[in-house]
């Protein structure tokens, strides 16, 4: 069975009973679950896209998550986590951003898809190896991003590209 944001959470859960305690964490109110005629119910309204909604996550997130944990491949990622761009490197740039970053996100077009950049963010953070940052490129300074950083304790560090005065560069590690 392939997860879509459309999936009902019944079917998912019949195909992936694994999934049930991460679908939990990600929603809480959705741990009645464990009651089989709840589950029957509920279950087989709830799509996955309410799923988020209730959970208050990006359903593009939500899906990409059980995917992965499941082993298929992420939707809508290859234009995200492919995205190439050139870095110019100033002398007075942060000498923790001098290598290639390990992730690079289209903010901008992650919300054109309707997905929230900061959850992307967060979800990366984590993959992060040492001495390793990521870049998010987007067309206006993402300052709930940075102020979210700054709360987290990351380095962080924003400059605007000096070719291309509509692409803003966030550095995070």
Known sequence: MEITSQSKLFD??????VLEAQIVNIAPPFHNLKNPVLRRTVGKIATLEKVAQIGGMDVGNL??????????????????ANFVVEIPRLADDPTWIAGEPQFTLN???LLQRGE???GRVNELLGQIEPGRFILLV???EPTPILEAMQKQNRKIFHKI??????QHLTFIQ
């Open 138 to 140: 987007t067309n206006f």
């Open 161 to 166: 590209h000096p070719n291309d005065l509509a």
């Open 107 to 109: 903010g901008t077009e």
């Open 12 to 17: 998912v859960l019949e195909a992936y009973p």
């Open 116 to 118: 929230v950049p900061l």
């Open 63 to 80: 899906v990409n998550t059980l995917r992965r944990a499941v082993g298929q491949e992420e939707l809508g990622a290859e234009s995200t």
